[in-house]
């Protein structure tokens, strides 16, 4: 991309207030793991005070180096299971994060996926029975190779958002989105 993703903008907000605002008084604890630029991206952008927000010093390692900063917070928490939100997908609503949260009540020990017309987005919400099998995953891997293990626990969960799949790895991704978002 060029530039850090979190501090693109989609209208008046960083890709990652965004996120942190759709996801404020859905989940709790809400946790940011920041990397590359870490300092920098703190400083620029505002999050509900909700928010923890935790550094992952070996960021160059890839995501899943990411996540398992986040799920060595959250194994010492209450939860049921972790919504993972990739800032480069962020066309995330509130109605996608409620739907997914919603169907994990009655589900307690299913992968999540939300589908658009049957092709596979993000978030992704792992049960917390996985946390220790995602935080020894391969890294070269990623989760996907926890997904693709358990295939009998993945659940599609269709929604009626197509911003699930919006992917913003290079700048035309990021213009085509802008073009879809709209202004605030």
């Given at each position: 991309m060029?530039?850090?993703?979190?501090l693109l903008?989609?209208?008046?907000r960083?890709?990652?207030?965004h996120?942190a605002?759709v996801?404020?008084?859905e989940?709790?604890?809400l946790?940011v793991?920041?990397?590359?630029h870490?300092?920098e991206?703190?400083t620029?952008?505002r999050l509900?005070p909700?928010?923890?927000?935790?550094?992952n010093?070996?960021?160059h390692?890839?995501?899943l180096?990411?996540?398992?900063?986040a799920?060595r917070?959250?194994r010492e928490?209450?939860?049921a299971?972790a919504l993972?939100?990739l800032?480069?997908?962020p066309?995330?609503?509130?109605q996608?994060?409620?739907?997914l949260v919603?169907?994990?009540?009655n589900q307690?020990?299913?992968?999540?996926i939300?589908a658009?017309?049957g092709?596979h987005?993000?978030p992704?919400?792992?049960?917390?029975?996985?946390?220790?099998?995602?935080?020894q995953?391969?890294?070269a891997?990623?989760?996907?190779?926890?997904?693709?293990?358990?295939?009998?626990?993945?659940?599609?969960?269709e929604?009626?958002?197509?911003?699930i799949?919006?992917?913003?790895?290079?700048p035309e991704?990021?213009?085509a989105?802008?073009s879809?978002?709209p202004?605030?």
């Open positions: 060029g530039r850090d993703k979190a903008r989609l209208g008046r960083t890709f990652l207030e996120l605002g996801l404020e008084g989940v709790a604890p946790v793991v920041l990397g590359y870490a300092a991206i703190q620029q952008v509900p909700p928010a923890q927000i935790l550094r010093p070996d960021y390692l890839g995501q180096s990411s996540l398992h900063v799920l917070f959250l928490q209450p939860v299971g993972v939100c800032v480069d997908h066309a995330l609503s509130k996608v994060v409620r739907t919603a169907r994990f009540r307690p020990t299913s992968i999540l939300p658009w017309r092709r987005g993000h992704v919400l792992f049960p917390s029975l996985l946390f220790e099998e995602l935080l995953a391969p890294l891997e990623g989760a996907r190779a926890v997904v693709r293990r358990h295939g009998e626990s993945v659940e599609y969960v929604v009626e958002e197509e911003g799949l919006w992917d913003v790895d290079r991704d990021y213009e989105i802008k879809r978002w202004s605030d």
